[in-house]
């Protein structure tokens, strides 16, 4: 079985096919998913999503490329990660491919959820982009932990982020055929601190590339690493799968 450990199910693209896109995960052994917040304007679709179906569960943050939106507090995000089935905070981060100038609104921002996911007790799940020494830097600061997701940077970065107790989430760019440095650390992140993920709506793997991605093809992310490891598909996706259920106190029956 596998688990898709993030997606965006409340995105208009997978949300208006909702029912096809749960068959189509059971019909491939995916068995749970985590639907991320992005804001908090949009978190109640999330949150409903994650009530509403056993094996789906929701995230509560604010996305580092979202400027110009009312701050969560971290009372705010406290309260709203006690909900039934919130399991993390984020996603959260740093992105400075597509933000410019000055900031420091999106540093204060991600310290923010990390010092929320302490408050809380929950796992963090954070964003990084072009911007990997300062999110580790905080990280380090802040004394975040949990999960480095659709992680697209080197080994060097990676190895920083798992020294700080991080899990690394691969998504469907390990099956591009530009990603070779990316398959390097597929090869490299230890099966008991490594994750699989669609990122859904986007990023869909080979042989579903330029589509809409779905929590389906998660299993083509397991697949695809585990041939680079040269192990059995199976041994990727249980490893994978146990560490979900044990990061996020998901239960594995509960679906």
Same mark, same amino acid.
């Given at each position: 079985?596998? #688990?898709?450990?993030?997606?965006?199910?409340?995105?208009?693209?997978?949300? *208006?096919?909702?029912?096809?896109?749960?068959?189509?995960?059971?019909?491939?052994? #995916?068995?749970?998913?985590?639907?991320?917040?992005?804001?908090?304007?949009?978190?109640?679709?999330?949150?409903?999503? !994650?009530?509403?179906?056993?094996?789906?569960? !929701?995230?509560?943050?604010?996305?580092?490329?979202?400027?110009?939106? +009312?701050?969560?507090?971290? =009372?705010?995000?406290?309260?709203?990660?006690?909900?039934?089935?919130?399991? !993390?905070?984020?996603? &959260?981060?740093?992105?400075?491919?597509?933000? &410019?100038?000055?900031?420091?609104?999106?540093?204060?921002?991600?310290?923010?959820?990390?010092?929320?996911?302490?408050?809380?007790?929950?796992?963090?799940?954070?964003?990084?982009?072009? *911007?990997?020494?300062? &999110?580790?830097?905080?990280?380090?600061?802040?004394?975040?932990?949990? +999960?480095?997701?659709?992680? &697209?940077?080197?080994?060097?970065?990676?190895?920083?982020?798992?020294?700080?107790?991080?899990?690394?989430?691969?998504?469907?760019? #390990?099956?591009?055929?530009?990603?070779?440095?990316?398959? =390097?650390?597929?090869?490299?992140?230890?099966?008991?601190?490594?994750?699989?993920?669609?990122?859904?709506?986007?990023?869909?793997?080979?042989?579903?590339?330029?589509?809409?991605?779905?929590?389906?093809?998660?299993?083509?992310?397991?697949?695809?690493?585990?041939?680079?490891?040269?192990?059995?598909?199976?041994?990727?996706?249980?490893?994978?799968?146990?560490?979900?259920?044990?990061?996020?106190?998901?239960?594995?029956?509960? !679906?």
């Amino acid at each position: 079985m596998f #688990v898709d450990s993030h997606c965006h199910l409340d995105f208009p693209e997978l949300s *208006a096919d909702l029912p096809a896109v749960l068959r189509a995960m059971r019909e491939n052994r #995916v068995t749970h998913a985590l639907c991320i917040g992005v804001e908090m304007d949009a978190w109640p679709a999330v949150h409903a999503l !994650a009530t509403a179906h056993a094996n789906l569960y !929701a995230s509560v943050g604010v996305h580092p490329d979202y400027a110009d939106l +009312v701050e969560p507090t971290v =009372d705010l995000l406290v309260a709203r990660s006690q909900l039934s089935k919130v399991v !993390a905070i984020g996603e &959260t981060g740093l992105d400075y491919f597509r933000q &410019t100038g000055d900031l420091e609104w999106q540093r204060a921002r991600f310290r923010k959820h990390i010092r929320a996911a302490r408050e809380a007790g929950k796992p963090l799940v954070v964003h990084t982009r072009a *911007a990997a020494d300062d &999110t580790i830097a905080i990280m380090r600061e802040e004394r975040a932990g949990d +999960v480095m997701h659709c992680f &697209t940077e080197a080994w060097d970065v990676a190895q920083r982020a798992l020294d700080l107790g991080f899990h690394i989430s691969f998504s469907g760019i #390990v099956t591009f055929r530009n990603a070779g440095e990316l398959r =390097d650390v597929a090869k490299r992140v230890p099966l008991e601190r490594m994750l699989i993920e669609t990122d859904s709506p986007y990023l869909a793997p080979v042989p579903h590339r330029g589509k809409r991605n779905e929590p389906a093809y998660v299993r083509h992310v397991g697949e695809a690493i585990a041939a680079l490891r040269e192990v059995p598909v199976e041994a990727v996706a249980e490893a994978t799968s146990r560490n979900f259920f044990r990061l996020f106190g998901v239960d594995a029956h509960a !679906a």
